[in-house]
């Protein structure tokens, strides 16, 4: 969160093929200027470009195409779940990997087919697990022998067979946040390597359940290769060793996690994941899926916010915005970096001073830079926080009693609002009073 090594706003904007400064209109999505959409709506707002989002998958299945490999695309929903972005994802041909029973469920409702989704978690309930098995999804990826037994259970009682792929912890530090790793011994996520060939081999013996692969995922925002390559290799080691035991191995799914660069840190390309893929698993006749989620999404967004003032105290200049915590939590929860940029044309030529940029909240950790290099905004001035489409919205909260933000997708010169903006009314609808209380 310092200055250093900070790139300017131009560069910013550079890096953002969708994103455009025009000297009357400002900052531009694709063709609606973004002080359009804050005219309208009001901030904070959440604006998604369709344009991006569509470039991004072509891209990443072009890198897979090109790199020869049979891959399934399923999108990582958790990084963004509006219906709006799976529903454009979809018809792009992606399919969904599904955390929770509604992620399922707003999956289907977005028009995804069960043939598509991917269930994926450490903690399926009974309730999910029955759910899954009765839309007959394309594949679970069981994390535990406990959750092997429990899903046995389920689809023999139902008449079912469920199609699995073990998830495999490869004890692999991603090199990431601590927070967002997955892929080390102490995670709680998937089957110890040691221990993941028994199971295996355990689960083709069981009711019910159909052991079709294997399954890893190392962490988020990942942006090293090298990570990706070792967890590969162990994968493509245990298929041989499985396969030599006469068990059946089809796939692997390969997870997601491919980082990007929120500030201009080197981050690899998709040509290069593919690539990584390849070099482990090209003579072993596997169907290759791959679960990305931060990349699809991550540069297609921003986080519309107005200054409500600008203060100054201690020696430090404070730029107060009507944007919060409880709207981007990654800079409090992860000290993530986003870039800010102001959406005024004249406010973009300005000289650049030093400010911390805060929300209204009260909560010392309610910061989204330190001594960020930012033009002397005033208040009613306009901001951009980039790379806001993943894990911005789906995390956020209505803390302090703060509505949620409205969201927008943008489409070439086109834009509607694809969720509203709930009245402070509408955030205790639901609750009750005691009759003692009354």
Same mark, same amino acid.
């Given at each position: 969160?310092?200055?250093?090594?900070?790139?300017?706003?131009?560069?910013?904007?550079?890096?953002?093929?969708?994103?455009?400064?025009?000297?009357?209109?400002?900052?531009?999505?694709? &063709?609606?200027?973004?002080?359009?959409?804050?005219?309208?709506?009001?901030?904070?707002?959440?604006?998604?470009?369709?344009?991006?989002?569509?470039?991004?998958?072509?891209?990443?299945?072009?890198?897979?195409?090109?790199?020869?490999?049979?891959?399934?695309?399923?999108?990582?929903?958790?990084?963004?779940?509006?219906?709006?972005?799976?529903?454009?994802?979809?018809?792009?041909?992606?399919?969904?990997?599904?955390?929770?029973?509604?992620?399922?469920?707003?999956?289907?409702?977005?028009?995804?087919?069960?043939?598509?989704?991917?269930?994926?978690?450490?903690?399926?309930?009974?309730?999910?697990?029955?759910?899954?098995? =009765?839309?007959?999804?394309?594949?679970?990826?069981?994390?535990?022998?406990?959750?092997?037994?429990?899903?046995?259970?389920?689809?023999?009682?139902?008449?079912?067979?469920?199609?699995? /792929?073990?998830?495999?912890?490869?004890?692999?530090?991603?090199?990431?946040?601590?927070?967002?790793?997955?892929?080390?011994?102490?995670?709680?996520?998937?089957?110890?390597?040691?221990?993941?060939?028994?199971?295996?081999?355990?689960?083709?013996?069981?009711?019910?359940?159909?052991?079709?692969?294997?399954?890893?995922?190392?962490?988020?925002?990942?942006?090293?290769? /090298?990570?990706?390559?070792?967890?590969? &290799?162990?994968?493509?080691?245990?298929?041989?060793?499985?396969?030599?035991?006469?068990?059946?191995?089809?796939?692997?799914?390969?997870?997601?996690?491919?980082?990007?660069?929120?500030?201009?840190?080197?981050?690899?390309?998709? &040509?290069?994941?593919?690539?990584?893929?390849?070099?482990?698993?090209?003579?072993?006749?596997?169907?290759?899926?791959?679960?990305?989620?931060?990349?699809?999404?991550?540069?297609?967004?921003?986080?519309?916010?107005?200054?409500?003032?600008?203060?100054?105290?201690?020696?430090?200049?404070?730029?107060?915005?009507?944007?919060?915590?409880?709207?981007?939590?990654?800079?409090?929860?992860?000290?993530?970096?986003?870039?800010?940029?102001?959406?005024?044309?004249?406010?973009?030529?300005?000289?650049?001073?030093?400010?911390?940029?805060?929300?209204?909240?009260?909560?010392?950790?309610?910061?989204?830079?330190?001594?960020?290099?930012?033009?002397?905004?005033?208040?009613? =001035?306009?901001?951009?926080?980039?790379?806001?489409?993943?894990?911005?919205?789906?995390?956020?909260?209505?803390?302090?009693?703060?509505?949620?933000?409205?969201?927008?997708?943008?489409?070439?010169?086109?834009?509607?609002?694809?969720?509203?903006?709930?009245?402070?009314?509408?955030?205790?609808?639901?609750?009750?009073?005691?009759?003692?209380?009354?």
């Amino acid at each position: 969160m310092s200055t250093t090594s900070e790139p300017s706003a131009a560069e910013l904007i550079a890096g953002r093929p969708h994103l455009s400064m025009h000297a009357m209109d400002g900052l531009v999505m694709d &063709g609606v200027p973004l002080n359009l959409i804050a005219d309208c709506v009001g901030t904070p707002v959440w604006v998604y470009s369709a344009v991006a989002l569509r470039r991004r998958y072509r891209m990443l299945a072009d890198a897979l195409s090109q790199a020869g490999l049979d891959a399934d695309i399923h999108y990582a929903m958790k990084a963004n779940d509006r219906l709006a972005v799976l529903r454009l994802l979809s018809r792009e041909g992606a399919g969904a990997d599904v955390v929770s029973e509604g992620e399922l469920r707003r999956a289907r409702e977005a028009g995804i087919p069960a043939s598509r989704i991917v269930y994926s978690g450490v903690g399926k309930s009974e309730r999910e697990l029955r759910l899954a098995v =009765a839309e007959d999804i394309a594949q679970i990826n069981v994390e535990s022998a406990e959750e092997l037994q429990m899903l046995s259970g389920i689809a023999s009682a139902a008449g079912r067979v469920a199609r699995v /792929a073990l998830r495999v912890n490869p004890d692999v530090d991603a090199g990431t946040h601590a927070k967002i790793t997955t892929g080390l011994a102490q995670n709680k996520f998937g089957v110890a390597f040691d221990e993941a060939s028994a199971l295996y081999r355990h689960a083709a013996s069981l009711p019910g359940v159909e052991p079709v692969g294997l399954a890893v995922h190392i962490g988020s925002q990942v942006l090293s290769l /090298a990570p990706y390559r070792a967890a590969y &290799g162990r994968l493509a080691d245990m298929v041989r060793g499985l396969r030599e035991q006469g068990l059946t191995v089809r796939s692997v799914d390969c997870g997601g996690g491919l980082g990007i660069p929120y500030r201009d840190e080197p981050a690899p390309l998709p &040509g290069a994941l593919a690539g990584a893929i390849r070099g482990a698993f090209h003579n072993l006749d596997v169907r290759i899926a791959i679960e990305p989620g931060r990349w699809l999404v991550g540069p297609a967004g921003v986080l519309l916010s107005s200054v409500i003032l600008v203060k100054q105290a201690g020696g430090s200049r404070f730029v107060v915005l009507d944007a919060a915590m409880n709207d981007l939590i990654r800079p409090a929860m992860y000290d993530a970096w986003h870039g800010i940029v102001a959406v005024s044309a004249v406010d973009a030529v300005a000289p650049t001073v030093p400010a911390d940029v805060v929300g209204p909240v009260c909560e010392t950790g309610d910061t989204f830079a330190r001594q960020r290099l930012l033009p002397p905004l005033a208040a009613g =001035a306009r901001v951009a926080i980039l790379d806001a489409g993943a894990y911005g919205s789906v995390m956020s909260s209505a803390y302090n009693a703060r509505p949620p933000a409205a969201e927008v997708m943008v489409d070439g010169d086109s834009w509607s609002v694809i969720r509203t903006r709930p009245s402070h009314t509408d955030l205790w609808q639901g609750e009750s009073v005691p009759h003692w209380l009354q």
